[in-house]
């Protein structure tokens, strides 16, 4: 299958401070990158889909200020978690897929931990 | 509009026994359907995957799921568990050439029993 390589695996901030995840897909364009949020024990929640050159559709209840994401290639996708709060500590994970796909691949996800 | 059941939240079966994963589905058009495993704190695994041909999928690690329209089912099924199959595993169902949606099943929580 198609590699969808996901940055930083890990990391840890401070509360108030902003993150950046990267996703990328490595061998094939993505017009579609979709962003998820676990948390302890559940099933992944989809944050918002965006697709490649417009502006991301969020899922109700996630505020677009806070969780900003840019898609502005057919192979990066960017999810930067603004004044983060230790609220906000979470595994995120990126999936991505091509129009003419029905399978969206995953990334390995990022584990963000606000202290 | 689509949306997944599973059915059960823990399941728990001795090694070397078989398991049985329920998955029901509804979709307005025709998915494609997926079982994904996660271990503790690791991304996701594609385990196999429905895409509109043979109703019966074979995935890795003797897993396969069985596609049954009438139903609206996708069990997820493996002849004998082993202690490494203990993890989360997510049905999924995809509308991607239609809707731009990916609907995840809160889950099932495999024990494996010694």
């Known amino acids: 299958g198609a590699v969808v390589s996901q940055h930083p695996s890990w990391v840890i901030c401070k509360s108030g401070t902003s993150v950046k995840i990267e996703c990328r897909s490595l061998?094939?364009?993505?017009?579609?990158m979709f962003w998820y949020r676990q948390f302890p024990k559940q099933s992944l929640m989809l944050m918002a889909t965006?697709?490649?050159?417009?502006?991301?559709?969020?899922e109700q209840g996630v505020e677009k200020d806070k969780f900003l994401i840019n898609h502005a290639s057919l192979t990066l996708s960017t999810l930067t978690v603004t004044s983060a709060h230790p609220e906000d500590s979470s595994f995120y994970i990126c999936?991505?897929?091509?129009?003419?796909?029905?399978?969206?691949?995953f990334g390995q996800g990022t584990r963000l931990t606000v202290v | 509009a689509q949306s997944v059941t599973q059915l059960d939240s823990h399941v728990s079966v001795s090694e070397g026994t078989p398991v049985l994963l329920r998955c029901n589905y509804s979709?307005?058009?025709?998915?494609?359907l997926f079982w994904y495993v996660q271990h503790p704190n690791k991304g996701l695994q594609l385990l196999l995957k429905?895409?509109?041909?043979?109703?019966l999928v074979k995935g890795i690690n003797g897993f396969e799921a069985e596609f049954k329209k009438s139903e609206t089912s996708f069990h997820l099924t493996k002849p004998s568990a082993h202690m490494s199959d203990a993890a989360e595993y997510f049905c999924?169902?995809?509308?991607?050439?239609?809707?731009?949606?990916?609907?995840f099943g809160k889950g099932t929580r495999l024990h494996i029993l010694p």
């Open positions: 999936s991505a897929s091509h129009r003419t796909n029905t399978e969206a691949f």
């Open positions: 061998d094939f364009q993505a017009t579609t």
């Open positions: 965006s697709n490649e050159g417009s502006k991301a559709t969020y």
């Open positions: 979709s307005s058009y025709s998915p494609s």
């Open positions: 429905y895409t509109s041909a043979a109703t």
């Open positions: 999924v169902v995809s509308v991607l050439n239609r809707d731009d949606k990916i609907i």
